[in-house]
T-cell receptor, first 110, second 113 residues
């Protein structure tokens, strides 16, 4: 039981490039979400999904896309990377009232 | 005003001290209260969760909720250097996925040997 697995752990992008952050969970949770964590800002919700085929925007969705084709996977796509998207990204799945986090992807956009 | 307020610290205490971490909130609908611990360069991990008001103890950790004051606390007894981490409070109004979990911004704690 691996929990929530994120790849890659580190990534450097050039401005304007696109990429996909991968997230997979093996707990059969319906609810999954993406957060970004910046110093002094805490965890901010980007997008979330309440089940396969259903996604919705969170607090800071601009510049990001998501899809949910299976219960297990919830990838986050950066369409055209900007320096403001330099951050640490966490994927989480929810069981009941609690969230379980992956280990994070540290993204730098230069 | 943020829904959940948490002092960012940093908080530095000597080993063996009692640590008190706190959050205040504004939404009276919150019923489930959680504390997460996040080590440097790691993801947050669930440390404790409580439902409604009252206390919950787990080893050296005690979580306390005062819904009348909209105030929650985490106490760490006999603090150890391994407790050095960022602690995030979190809360939600319900069990279903329709109830978003709201996180505090985290308090950075350092325990000095």
């Amino acid at each position: 039981n691996a929990g929530v697995t994120q790849t890659p752990k580190f990534q450097v992008l050039k401005t304007g490039q696109s990429m996909t952050l991968q997230c997979a969970q093996d707990m059969n949770h319906e609810y999954m979400s993406w957060y970004r964590q910046d110093p002094g800002m805490g965890l901010r919700l980007i997008h979330y999904s309440v089940g396969a085929g259903i996604t919705d925007q969170g607090e800071v969705p601009n510049g990001y896309n998501v899809s949910r084709s299976t219960t297990e996977d919830f990838p986050l796509r950066l369409l055209s990377a900007a320096p403001s998207q330099t951050s640490v990204y966490f994927c989480a799945s929810r069981g009941g009232q609690s969230a379980f986090f992956g280990q994070g992807t540290r993204l730098t956009v230069v | 005003q943020k829904e959940v307020e948490q002092d960012p610290g940093p908080l530095s205490v000597p080993e063996g001290a009692i640590v008190s971490l706190n959050c205040t909130y504004s939404n009276s609908a919150f019923q489930y209260f959680m504390w997460y611990r996040q080590y440097s360069r790691k993801g947050p991990e669930l440390l404790m969760y409580t439902y409604s008001s009252g206390n919950k103890e787990d080893g050296r950790f005690t979580a306390q909720v005062d819904k009348s004051s909209k105030y929650i606390s985490l106490f760490i007894r006999d603090s150890q250097p391994s407790d050095s981490a960022t602690y995030l409070c979190a809360m939600t109004s319900g069990y279903s996925s329709a109830s978003k979990i709201i996180f505090g911004s985290g308090t950075r704690l350092s325990i000095r040997p």
